[in-house]
């Protein structure tokens, strides 16, 4: 089992940034990626953002491109997701995912979530 704890949302005015932070614990030594969720109410969930742990590629929804970046910090097994510019579209709750592998494995563990609030 991997455990994931979001931390970092918040509330904050169209234009402002946060930044988020995803911390995972367990089973950690089969890992290759995380990745970064939101879920608005009454949408669906979407995909934001994804990170391979090893060399650190990335990937972004086209919604977010040029406004969020997503980092890692091996050591502490922990994933960032730094939110700039952000748009009263950008409000949801935010959760984070663990791949233990590539290719068709989809993501196992999930974090509670984080509210972001951006007020226009």
């Known amino acids: 089992q991997v455990q994931l704890v979001e931390s970092g949302g918040g509330l904050v005015q169209a234009g402002g940034s946060l930044r988020l932070s995803c911390a995972a614990s367990g089973r950690t030594f089969n890992k290759y990626a995380m990745g970064w969720f939101r879920q608005a109410p009454g949408k669906e969930r979407e995909f934001v953002a994804y990170?391979?742990?090893?060399?650190?590629?990335?990937l972004y929804a086209d919604s977010v491109k040029g406004r969020f970046t997503i980092s890692r910090d091996n050591a502490k097994n922990t994933v960032y997701l730094q939110m700039s510019s952000l748009k009263p579209e950008d409000t949801a709750v935010y959760y984070c995912a663990w791949r233990s592998s590539g290719g068709a494995t989809g993501y196992e563990y999930w974090g509670q979530g984080t509210q972001v609030t951006v007020s226009s």
């Open positions: 990170i391979t742990w090893n060399i650190g590629s990335t």
